[in-house]
């Protein structure tokens, strides 16, 4: 089946300028992830959608960054503002509950100028 | 606060061989581990999810072990071969869900 789908694959923006970044999840998973990944670092998290429930947004580095879910399908990642050390790949991942499996999309390259 | 450290940072093996990575984490209350591969420009392949309750998965050539109390998995790859070459994580589940993730390491096969 389809599997984690991100657009788009690379967004080149100006520094101040709003980005929208749009994750679709597999179908029928529950749980929606959002990580960062810096040039030559690790991944950190960002933020957790888990069905219906409030989500978990203890990974978001300030309050430029938000994101939505709608019920179990479609999630956006807004960054507002948009600064140089925003420049990171943008992964997204979704998974089925226990036992939370997490299936990744190919990403969505930003680079802030 | 978890930490996950891979080791060795990077790693250069003829093909072939069979081969050990290292994960070491330093908090035992782990929902799952799991191991993923990434490739340059690619998202992130999941290969072996190990439950807290479990003590190894396998999958083909690919075998992960899970030891909680000392804080330590390790994947094994057999026979080795070239498009075995990529970077491979580990990340830990927390009991939210979150992974947190180790810094990878980058296998070189060499043909």
């Known amino acids: 089946g389809a599997g984690v789908s991100q657009s788009p694959s690379n967004k080149v923006t100006e520094k101040g300028k709003d980005v929208e970044l749009r994750c679709d999840p597999i179908?029928?998973?529950?749980?929606l992830y959002w990580y960062r990944q810096r040039l030559g670092q690790g991944l950190e998290f960002l933020i957790y959608?888990?069905?219906?429930?409030?989500?978990?947004k203890s990974g978001l580095p300030s309050d430029r960054f938000s994101a939505e879910r709608t019920g179990e399908s479609v999630s956006t990642l807004t960054i507002q503002r948009t600064q140089q050390e925003d420049s990171a790949v943008y992964l997204c991942?979704?998974?089925?509950?226990?036992?939370?499996?997490?299936?990744f999309g190919p990403g969505t390259r930003l680079t802030v100028t | 606060k978890q930490e996950v450290t891979q080791i060795p940072a990077a790693l250069s093996v003829p093909e072939g061989e069979n081969l050990v990575l290292n994960c070491s984490f330093t908090?035992?209350?782990?929902?799952?581990l799991q191991w993923f591969r990434q490739d340059p420009g690619k998202g992130l392949t999941s290969l072996l999810l190990?439950?807290?309750s479990q003590r190894e998965q396998t999958s083909g050539r690919l075998n992960a072990s899970l030891d909680k109390s000392s804080g330590r998995s390790t994947l094994y790859i057999a026979a080795s071969q070239p498009g075995d070459s990529a970077t491979y994580l580990c990340a830990v589940a927390d009991s939210n869900y979150q992974l947190i993730w180790g810094a990878g390491t980058k296998l070189i096969i060499k043909p």
């Open positions: 991942a979704s998974s089925l509950p226990s036992p939370y499996e997490q299936y």
């Open positions: 959608f888990q069905g219906n429930s409030a989500p978990d």
């Open positions: 179908s029928g998973h529950t749980a």
């Open positions: 190990i439950q807290s």
């Open positions: 908090d035992s209350a782990i929902y799952n």
